[in-house]
C-alpha cells in the first residue's frame, strides 16, 4: 500500500493514508504564521507562546511557516548582488533558506518554553512538487515522518513554500506558496481545518488600508474568496482557496496575535439567498498592451490567441474592437517589453503599453441576476470622470481598469455605494 497521500486528486478520508490518525481528524490543528508575524524575536516567542496554549489543550500541532518579516525580498536583493538575471535555481536554493530560518526559530522558542518541537523543511515534511524553480505545484504530500513526530508529542513546524521534485531539486513555489502548503498538509492529515493567521482580523469587505469603515465577512464561500484572492484581496493566496475547496478543507483566517473569531472560508450554503455584493478589491501595477496591424485578426482570432498563451503572457482581458485591434491587460510587475516585442514580431504586428492602470472589482454571488449591480459601478466610475479602457463581469466579478491614481478614490465610492461600510446583517 504506498504511504503518500495524492493532494490534488483526493479527499484526504477517501481511501486515507496509513497515518495512524482517523481522519477528518479534530484533533490535529494545522496552522500557518505569515512573515509579518514572525517579523522579530519578540513575534516568533509571542506564537510560540501562542502554540504552546494550544499543546496544553491536547492538540497535535503542526505549524507551518513563511520568512520572517521582509526576509524574502531581502533574499532576492542579495542575489541580485550576483547576477543581473539570477538563474532561477540557484535562486530557489536561497530563497527557501528564508522559511527554513523561520522554522527552526520557531522550533528554538518552543523547546525554550518546555515544549517538544522540531523543524523541517518541505523536503523532509514528505512534500514533493512538480514544475519550474519559483512557480513549483505540489504533486503529493508522504506524512509519515510528520506523524511519527507527533506521535512523540512534539509540535511540528514546517518551513513552507518548498519542496523536492522527483530528482531531488528544490523548487519554491511562488509567492504565497506558504498558505498553499498549510492547506495541503491539513488536507494530507485528514483535518478538517486549516488556520491560517495573518496581520489583520479575517477578511474584510475591503483593504482597511484604504477604507477605514471596511466591515468583518464572518464566512465565505471559496468560489467567493478565490475571486477576491485573484483580483487583490491578499489576505489569502487563490492556489490555497482552491486547493482547500477540491479538498474539503475549511480554511480560518485568524488574526495572529489579536482574538477574534476571524473569516471562514468554506462550501457554499445549497440554497443560494439570491444577488450579493462581498466586498471590493483592487490590484495595482495593471498596464494595457494594444498590439495594431492591418488584418491582425483576419486569419481568426483563435490563432491569434493561441500565439498569445503561447508567448507565456496571461491577460486578464481582451478586447478586440475592430480586425485591426487587440487589447488586453496584464497585471504584475514582471518585465512585459520582451515578450510583447516577440508576439508583435511573430504577429507582425505594432505595439504599445499602457502603464500607471490599476482595476477595481466589485466581487460577490449572482452579480449579473441584478442589472442594478453593474449600473451601480459604471454610475460610480463615471461620477470619477475617468476613461474605463476595459470592463470584464461574470457572475460573481465586475471589474473595471482605471487610472491607478484614482483607484483608492474608486475602492472607497464602490465600498459605500454598495452599502458595504454597515454589517451584512443590517445590508439585507
Known amino acids: 500500500m504506498k504511504n503518500y497521500f495524492d493532494v490534488p486528486e483526493r479527499r484526504p478520508w477517501e481511501d486515507a493514508p496509513p497515518t495512524g490518525f482517523d481522519g477528518p481528524d479534530?484533533?490535529?490543528?494545522?496552522?500557518k504564521y505569515g512573515g509579518s508575524?514572525?517579523?522579530?524575536?519578540?513575534?516568533?516567542h509571542g506564537v510560540a507562546?501562542?502554540?504552546?496554549?494550544?499543546?496544553?489543550?491536547?492538540?497535535?500541532?503542526?505549524?507551518?511557516?513563511?520568512?520572517?518579516?521582509?526576509?524574502?525580498?531581502?533574499?532576492?536583493a542579495l542575489a541580485g548582488q550576483f547576477a543581473d538575471q539570477p538563474d532561477p535555481r540557484e535562486l530557489d536554493q536561497m530563497m527557501a533558506t528564508g522559511e527554513q530560518l523561520s522554522a527552526a526559530a520557531l522550533a528554538l522558542a518552543l523547546t525554550r518554553r518546555g515544549v517538544k518541537a522540531v523543524s523541517l523543511s518541505g523536503d523532509q515534511a514528505g512534500i514533493v512538487v512538480g514544475g519550474e524553480p519559483g512557480s513549483g505545484t505540489i504533486v503529493r504530500i508522504d506524512p509519515t515522518r510528520i506523524v511519527e513526530r507527533m506521535r512523540d508529542e512534539q509540535v511540528v513546524v514546517v518551513a513552507g513554500f518548498q519542496g523536492r521534485d522527483a530528482t531531488g531539486e528544490l523548487l519554491t513555489l511562488g509567492r504565497g506558496g506558504s498558505d498553499t502548503t498549510a492547506v495541503a498538509l491539513a488536507a494530507a492529515l485528514g483535518s478538517p481545518t486549516c488556520d491560517i493567521c495573518t496581520d489583520v482580523q479575517g477578511v474584510r469587505t475591503a483593504d482597511p488600508r484604504i477604507?477605514?469603515?471596511?466591515?468583518?465577512?464572518?464566512?465565505?464561500?471559496?468560489?467567493?474568496?478565490?475571486?477576491?484572492a485573484h483580483h487583490g484581496a491578499r489576505v489569502l493566496h487563490p492556489r490555497s482557496v482552491e486547493l482547500a475547496e477540491r479538498h474539503g478543507v475549511s480554511v480560518r483566517v485568524l488574526h495572529s496575535s489579536r482574538p477574534g473569531p476571524g473569516t471562514m472560508v468554506e462550501a457554499a450554503?445549497?440554497?443560494?439567498?439570491?444577488?450579493?455584493?462581498?466586498g471590493v478589491a483592487h490590484a495595482r501595477d495593471v498596464r494595457q498592451v494594444r498590439l495594431m496591424g492591418p488584418r491582425l485578426l483576419a486569419g481568426g482570432t483563435a490563432r491569434v490567441l493561441a500565439r498569445l498563451a503561447a508567448s507565456g503572457l496571461r491577460p486578464d482581458t481582451l478586447t478586440w474592437p475592430d480586425p485591426d485591434v487587440l487589447w488586453f491587460t496584464v497585471r504584475g510587475s514582471a518585465p512585459l517589453a520582451g515578450p510583447v516585442r516577440e508576439l508583435a514580431e511573430e504577429l507582425g504586428a505594432h505595439w504599445e503599453i499602457d502603464e500607471d492602470l490599476g482595476a477595481v472589482s466589485v466581487v460577490g454571488?449572482?452579480?449579473?441576476?441584478?442589472p442594478g449591480h453593474l449600473s451601480a459601478l459604471l454610475r460610480v466610475v463615471g461620477e470619477l470622470g475617468v476613461t474605463v479602457p476595459t470592463m470584464a463581469t461574470s457572475p460573481s466579478r465586475l471589474t473595471a481598469v482605471l487610472p491607478a491614481d484614482r483607484l483608492d478614490t474608486a475602492v472607497r465610492a464602490l465600498h459605500e455605494a454598495f452599502g458595504?461600510?454597515?454589517p451584512a446583517e443590517a445590508r439585507r
Open 26 to 31: 479534530e484533533g490535529i490543528v494545522v496552522r
Open 37 to 44: 508575524s514572525l517579523a522579530t524575536p519578540e513575534l516568533v
Open 49 to 76: 507562546q501562542e502554540v504552546a496554549g494550544l499543546v496544553r489543550t491536547g492538540k497535535h500541532v503542526v505549524v507551518v511557516v513563511s520568512a520572517m518579516g521582509n526576509t524574502t525580498d531581502e533574499l532576492v
Open 211 to 228: 477604507v477605514p469603515e471596511t466591515q468583518p465577512v464572518p464566512t465565505i464561500a471559496y468560489e467567493v474568496m478565490t475571486e477576491l
Open 269 to 278: 450554503e445549497p440554497l443560494e439567498g439570491g444577488p450579493e455584493v462581498i
Open 365 to 370: 454571488t449572482g452579480l449579473l441576476d441584478d
Open 420 to 422: 458595504l461600510n454597515v
